[in-house]
T-cell receptor, first 115, second 113 residues
């Protein structure tokens, strides 16, 4: 069964450094998302992406964050200058159509640790 | 900001028992999804409910959507150790738009053999 893949599975970085988290969504899906989950807390929406542009973003997704679909398969999340509070699991997800109409398929996440 | 409240936060029961967990909101959902998350993995969809009063069954799991579409429940019959996990509900308030889902904090379920 097709699945969403994320790399790396773990990323350790120093505060102030830039990180890029990578995702390969399911090939026929059109909507892409990033969520994060701080340890012990709930899954939080960051951003949705459709038709090569951001559809919606949360308050968490500030100017330090950006997303890109550089080619036909990858979907990336960049954090320009990481802060300690960015430490979390970051999940990529994709869906065939809008989230209320079709299920989200999540990857297994990237655990980001900022030291 | 929409909030989903899930209860209980933690539940530990013996194999063979029945249980119900709840998901509540003060706002109306366009649709609601239940996910299960294992440690170190992403959430995996169990079911989507759309219509008020809807009941869906997935083997020993029964999902119900409230008539007013503000609440949902998950009932597990004859729980098994393999049911152990974090159960998340996630609501769509956007009416089919591209907004992200709003997740609850989840119910940590442990089924003891």
């Amino acid at each position: 069964e097709p699945e969403v893949t994320q790399t790396p599975s773990h990323q350790v970085t120093q505060m102030g450094q830039e990180v890029i988290l990578r995702c390969v969504p399911i090939s026929n899906h059109l909507y892409f998302y990033w969520y994060r989950q701080i340890l012990g807390q709930k899954v939080e929406f960051l951003v949705s992406f459709y038709n090569n542009e951001i559809s919606e973003k949360s308050e968490i997704f500030d100017d330090q964050f950006s997303v890109e679909r550089p080619d036909g398969s990858n979907f990336t999340l960049k954090i320009r200058s990481t802060k300690l509070e960015d430490s979390a699991m970051y999940f990529c997800a994709s869906s065939v159509s809008q989230p209320g109409n079709s299920p989200l398929h999540f990857g297994n996440g990237t655990r980001l640790t900022v030291t | 900001t929409q909030l989903l409240e899930q209860s209980p936060q933690f539940l530990s029961i013996q194999e063979g028992e029945n249980l119900t967990v709840y998901c509540n909101s003060s706002s109306v959902f366009s649709s609601l999804q239940w996910y299960r998350q294992e440690p170190g993995e992403g959430p995996v969809l169990l079911v989507t409910v759309v219509t008020g009063g809807e009941v869906k069954k997935l083997k020993r799991l029964t999902f119900q959507f409230g008539d007013a579409r503000k609440d949902s429940s998950l009932h597990i019959t004859a729980a098994q150790p393999g049911d152990t996990g974090l159960y998340l509900c996630a609501g769509d308030y956007s009416g089919g738009g591209a907004d992200g889902l709003t997740f609850g904090k989840g119910t940590h379920l442990i089924i003891q053999p």
